[in-house]
């Protein structure tokens, strides 16, 4: 197993992009539902049969990160360069992320930032949450800024 600590490029900023964007898809429904009936249906499942068309910037700001110190908890972020998605099999890297960075910017931007690595190779982006860690990898312990192994 291994683990990477990461230290960003100083230069390097975050930035937050809301767009606007139109969503449209034609469906075949029966004789039996109605416009309103339909739209409830399938205004929660945006998958890839959706077209988006029209984006229009609506705001780009800059977001302060927050200030770490190495006693931090981490999450610990499950990775991989060869991988793209899909079924995962084989021995990951682990990358520790502070939690206030991931609560404020976002796994995918944190883990960006902090790696300089596209996130489409995190592994467990849905279930990271949980057990906390040092920088290093060691068990978090709260209290204090250091951390103690067990």
């Known amino acids: 197993?291994?683990?990477?600590?990461?230290?960003?490029?100083?230069?390097?900023?975050?930035?937050?992009?809301?767009?606007?964007?139109?969503?449209a898809?034609?469906?075949?429904?029966?004789p039996q539902e109605n416009a309103q009936q339909v739209g409830e249906r399938h205004a929660q499942v945006?998958?890839?049969?959706?077209?988006?068309?029209?984006?229009?910037l609506v705001e780009c700001r800059q977001i302060a990160l927050p200030t770490s110190a190495p006693g931090d908890?981490?999450?610990?972020?499950?990775?991989?360069q060869a991988y793209w998605g899909g079924l995962y099999s084989n021995v990951p890297e682990h990358a520790y992320l502070p939690v206030a960075l991931i609560e404020a910017v976002g796994l995918e931007a944190a883990?960006?930032?902090?790696?300089?690595?596209?996130p489409v190779h995190?592994?467990?982006?849905?279930?990271?949450?949980g057990e906390l860690f040092t920088a290093e990898g060691a068990p978090w312990e709260e209290g204090g800024t250091e951390a103690r192994q067990r």
């Not at 945006?46 to 229009?56: H, I, P, T, Y």
């Not at 883990?111 to 300089?116: A, D, T, V, Y």
Request: net charge negative.
């Open 46 to 56: 945006l998958d890839w049969r959706w077209e988006a068309s029209g984006a229009q």
């Open 73 to 80: 908890p981490c999450y610990d972020i499950e990775y991989d």
């Open 1 to 23: 197993m291994h683990t990477d600590t990461f230290q960003p490029d100083p230069a390097a900023r975050i930035f937050q992009v809301v767009l606007q964007v139109r969503i």
């Open 111 to 118: 883990f960006e930032w902090l790696s300089g690595q596209d």
């Open 122 to 129: 995190i592994i467990n982006s849905d279930s990271y949450e």
């Open 25 to 30: 898809r034609n469906l075949v429904v029966g």
